[in-house]
């Protein structure tokens, strides 16, 4: 680049007025010893010799698809061209129709949340968010074009562009190591970090998002909620974790389900309770085992039925006492069977009744007493037979 102007103190040229400058098409590089050169030494670059030293950003043609010069070989582009992130994967809500070993739940209408899904980094300067590297924005007629590219380059290699050319107008702000940040022709703010970033806000702060929202991130995470959590969803809460689940809470859980709710567990289940559980149902209730079912219960038992209550049992039916069993009835009491019925006590046994006993055998009757047997009746004693024996 040359320097033009004048010296307005005549032919002792000691006060030169700059005026402006030529561009040129440096061939060599710097030497700070010589006049007419870079005292530090910095420009001309060696990779920008014997082209025009008006910036590569800035000596854009207009055309599309863009080439592999015309303003589109800078390094801070190029950079940002092989740096793409593509394929960046969203959250799948968990497909519960298809569980294994055991009963399923019903995926919502929304199938499209059960779908995997990436997202793409858009294109440097003409967007298009796609797996397609040279696929822009639609209403991009033009590449960035001279001279309406206004570029800014320091001696580092930060790059500032204001980049007016229609259809293509952007705004992009570059640092040496790749971070930049570049406000599109439709309006679309891409940020790139290449290393940390750290956001601090000591007021309040307020987001507003009126489409989707994806963040995806591929380390750890960590929240932390100094205050109260309110979360509301509109839709369905999808939560979907591959390993496991942990929840601690020191103080109370609640929560009210409107309608319905399934839990399915296909391993174990394990329940402690430190204090009292009550279960309120208010209508049925039905119990499937596939297996054994055990209760221990260190106290007492107390069961009220207000309707009928019916047990069936395929196999033996044990009833073990260490005390007394009370058995009544209000109204009739049957005990049946279709074998045979053993009654046994190893103490005494008393029968009573306050109204009429009838004992009806339809074969056979034996009686067997080891000791004394003795029958007394308040009125008339009755036997009836064909024959009677007496020993």
């Not at 570029?151 to 980049?163: A, K, L, M």
Request: aromatic residues 8%.
């Amino acid at each position: 680049t040359w320097v033009f102007g004048f010296f307005r103190d005549g032919k002792n040229a000691q006060d030169p007025v700059m005026i402006g400058t030529f561009g040129g098409i440096p061939e060599e590089g710097p030497n700070p010893v010589l006049g007419f050169n870079d005292p530090k030494g910095i420009y001309p670059q060696s990779l920008y010799l014997n082209e025009p030293d008006t910036n590569r950003l800035a000596r854009g043609s207009g055309k599309l698809p863009v080439g592999t010069k015309s303003g589109e070989n800078s390094p801070s582009l190029g950079w940002k061209r092989t740096s793409r992130q593509k394929d960046v994967p969203v959250a799948v809500a968990g497909d519960m129709s298809t569980a294994s070993g055991g009963d399923t739940i019903a995926n919502t209408s929304n199938t499209g949340l059960y779908a995997a899904a990436d997202w793409f980094e858009p294109n440097p300067r003409y967007g298009g968010a796609t797996t397609d590297d040279v696929k822009y924005l639609e209403s991009v007629k033009l590449s960035s074009q001279y001279p309406y590219n206004h570029v800014r380059q320091s001696e580092s290699g930060h790059v500032e562009e204001w980049d007016d050319t229609p259809s293509a107008e952007r705004l992009h702000r570059y640092h040496k190591i790749g971070t930049f940040e570049e406000i599109q022709p439709d309006g679309t703010r891409v940020t790139k970090v290449v290393g940390n970033e750290y956001e601090i806000t000591l007021g309040f702060k307020d987001v507003l998002i009126q489409g989707a929202c994806n963040v995806t991130i591929k380390g750890d995470c960590r929240l932390l909620y100094q205050g109260d959590l309110v979360q509301e969803v509109y839709g369905d809460y999808h939560l979907n974790v591959h390993g496991d689940k942990r929840s601690k809470i020191l103080g109370n859980e609640v929560t009210e389900v409107r309608t319905d709710r399934k839990t399915v567990i296909n391993g174990e289940d394990d329940l402690f309770v430190g204090k009292n559980q009550v279960i309120n149902i208010a209508a049925n209730l039905n119990h499937n085992v596939g297996g054994k079912m055990d209760e221990t219960v260190t106290g007492n038992v107390s069961c009220t039925y207000n309707g009928s209550f019916s047990t069936a049992v395929k196999d033996e039916l044990v009833f073990i006492c260490q005390s007394t069993i009370d058995i009544g009835s209000v109204d009739s009491m049957n005990i049946g069977t279709d074998d045979t019925m053993d009654i046994f006590s190893q103490a005494a046994m008393e029968i009573m009744t306050n109204s009429t006993y009838t004992n009806t055998v339809a074969s056979t009757a034996t009686h067997t007493v080891g000791s004394s047997y003795s029958i007394t009746a308040g009125g008339t004693y009755t036997v009836t037979a064909p024959m009677i024996l007496l020993n």
